[in-house]
């Protein structure tokens, strides 16, 4: 082989080597950004306090990662601290989560949001707030969770109104729900997972609003990609500080990643806020002035089990691509036997699922399934066997408890359509009271719109829906079968 072909060789070795050490370091390294505000409304209400903001930890497991953004806090010894979501890495145990966040302490309390992947993995999500294995939430939460909520602070005298909503990337937010009975002319701040939020927090006179999601970009050169082949609309808001009005809004990078399992020229990051009351005239009390005070780099270190963790892209592509399934062709998708099944079903807060004794139609027992209010409480059934083609109908056992007939929804789909109308199949029912057998013909399966037939073969989704109730539902189904 010519020369030539050994130095390009070599010179490629050397620049991969490069690169995974640019990619490892940016992955592992925490920079502790320190950001002083100056504005009347905040800075009386946080005057000469320390704010700290953790956003998108993606946590799988307890690493040397997690000790150190909890040694910096430590260092730090904020007086708040606002988590603004997604805490869970992919189909996770909420476990080591959990363990984190219980050992974030501040002198005026700890305060969070929901993110997308806590919607993502829903089932082990209630723990956030429940006491586990219960209904109940939990009495002395750390940290305390606002959904779609607010809490009154008072510090020093002073007061504060701390808004919180749940994820906007998955549409449940409700920010006037949150911004319901505020004080005016109290400071306020919102705490929101994505920045898409910021428009409507400008319209309504929110002071500062903190948000995450974006990773800023995780990858350099997002900011450019996106201007041209727009990919989601937060990414309009990458990463720092954005003012529309008299409403500032800060997007923190976050500290974890997603979709790839490292980042590369845009590192982690812990965000601290100091505040202090501005002495300019009256007719600038909206007026911000921020200047970063300093910037601490934290490299995490160098250990196996991180560096595998950064190169994973096999795991990362699993956890995507390849989806829950059932392997068993029996035509049962629920019989609700055993409490593996419950795992299967799309737990949310103030949704509940349990295995009943009461109105069983097969084996011992059946599910008892508790909706809360809303627009579509209901359930979305995991990991169904996917092949519904050589069976005739579906059926399912439905109790209705009520004395009057009760509306439900089942919805069917050949593909993730997400929130798609045309390419699935939607039937409305009534229940009557008392005991009802759902049978839905397989052939009459197709398209809303076009009237395709499903791909039997295919089935990718099954929910059961109650629609629009304005109180608490509680339904029993049972034996939930392809014939």
Known sequence: MSKKFYVTTFITIIFIFFLMGKIYYDTNTIEVQQYKIKNNTTGKALSGLKVAHLSDLHIRKSTIRENKILAILDQEKPDLIFLTGDYIKGDGSYGPVRSFLSQLKAPWGVFA?????????????????????????????????????????????????????????????????????????????LLAHSPEIFPDASDLGIDLVLTGHTHGGQIWGIQYLNKVFPLEP?????????????????????????????????????????????????????????????????FTGLTLGSFLETFNFFSALKRRLVPKRVVDNSGILFDFESLEELTRLNW??????????????????????????????????????????????????????????????????????????ANRFDLDLALQPGPNTISIPINSIKTNLHHRPLNLAKIERLIFFVPNKLKPIDLYLDNIRLN
């Open 113 to 189: 949001v929901m993110g997308n992947t806590e919607y993502y993995n829903e089932n082990g999500s209630c723990v956030l707030c429940h006491k586990e294995g219960t209904r109940q939430l939990k009495e002395n939460p750390n940290p305390i969770f606002l959904r779609n909520s607010q809490a009154a602070l008072k510090i020093k005298g002073k007061e504060l109104t701390l808004l919180g909503v749940d994820d906007p990337v998955n549409q449940r937010a409700n920010l006037r729900q949150a911004f319901q009975n505020k004080p005016y002319p109290v400071s306020s701040i």
């Open 234 to 298: 937060a990414l309009e808001f990458l990463n720092g500080f954005f003012q529309k009005g008299k409403t500032l809004m800060y997007v923190n990078r976050g500290i974890g990643t997603s979709f790839l399992p490292f980042r590369l020229g845009v590192k982690p990051e812990i965000t601290f806020f100091n505040f202090w009351s501005s002495d300019s005239s009256p007719d600038q009390l909206d007026h911000f002035r921020v200047s970063n005070s300093s910037t601490q780099t934290v």
């Open 348 to 421: 949310e807060c103030h949704k509940w699922f349990e295995l009943s004794r009461e109105h069983v139609t097969s084996g011992k027992f059946s599910l008892k399934a508790s909706f809360p209010p809303g627009q579509y409480p209901g359930i979305d059934f995991e990991g169904i066997q996917p092949d519904w083609s050589p069976y005739g109908s579906l059926t399912m056992d439905v109790f209705n408890p009520y004395k009057e007939r009760l509306g439900v929804h089942i919805r069917i789909d050949d593909h993730k359509s997400e929130w798609e109308y």
